[in-house]
């Protein structure tokens, strides 16, 4: 069942004098429980596909449907009560409040949400920071936790509305590779046993293929979508090589932006 629906996405940035396409045409599924990577060089498209299915941004042209639901035309205060209800999201940079604990951090999205009472929100709060393994940091700020469990503390808020749709953004680019390693298991049990949806950008080749499914993305446009992480990276090149004026990828390996 198509949890996300994509038909003939456009973006068109105004700025002034130019116009810059970022998305040309974009159209796929992507179904509910899948577990999907985002990929490609600088300026591929693929930070804005991911405002677009986010709902942080709308297409210029084209239908993005949501479980069924038309969002891609939607207001800016419709789009975020879709995001508060449906999505939940992990960034780079953590975005936690600094003099705020972990568990006041967690409860955060759950002010905004209606009928749910002072005892049920530190409630849910506490079971969802054990479910990330930080039952016994929930009263520490986040100067006082790790890089990787400070990522922790932001998946524990971004799952705390029970959404269908987690979006993480570069989620291990502030991480070494250990902590990487962990963070990316979480999300791949958070998929397999809770069936939750994962949609990350990333730019790391070993995190990408922990993804069932990679889409390839450049000059705005698909041009890989396959289980084959090799296969992704090869299409990619492919592109560079045919227009090498306008590579950012490294020569020396498959990593990209």
């Not at 969802?128 to 890089?147: A, E, K």
């Not at 400070?150 to 998946?155: D, G, H, L, S, T």
């Not at 890989?224 to 992704?232: C, K, L, S, V």
Request: glycine fraction near 8%.
């Amino acid at each position: 069942m198509a949890l996300i629906e994509l038909r003939e996405i456009r973006k068109i940035y105004d700025l002034g004098e130019i116009k810059v396409e970022a998305l040309r045409g974009v159209s796929l599924d992507i179904d509910q429980g899948e577990y999907v990577a985002l990929v490609g060089p600088s300026g591929s498209g693929k930070s804005t596909l991911m405002n677009t299915l986010g709902c942080l941004d709308r297409p210029t042209q084209g239908s993005y449907c949501l479980a069924d639901e038309e969002v891609g035309n939607l207001s800016a205060d419709q789009r975020a009560r879709i995001r508060n209800r449906r999505i939940g999201f992990v960034f780079q940079n953590f975005n936690l409040l600094a003099r705020t604990s972990a568990l006041e951090n967690v409860e955060l999205p759950l002010l905004y949400a209606l009928g749910v009472s002072a005892r049920q929100r530190q409630q849910r709060a506490i079971a969802m920071l054990q479910r990330v393994g930080l039952g016994d940091r929930m009263d520490h700020h986040p100067g006082q936790l790790s890089g990787g469990q400070q990522q922790r503390v932001a998946i524990a808020r971004a799952l705390i509305n029970e959404p269908s749709l987690l979006m993480a953004d570069e989620p291990t680019g502030n991480l070494d590779s250990r902590t990487s390693r962990e963070v990316i298991e979480l999300f791949r049990k958070l998929n397999e046993e809770q069936q939750i949806t994962v949609v990350l950008v990333t730019h790391d080749p070993d995190v990408a293929r922990h993804a069932k499914r990679i889409i390839a993305l450049r000059d705005g446009q698909v041009v890989e979508d396959t289980p084959d992480a090799e296969r992704a990276w090869a299409s990619l090149h492919a592109a560079e090589q045919a227009d090498p004026a306008s590579s950012t990828l490294p020569a020396e390996s498959g990593k990209v932006d």
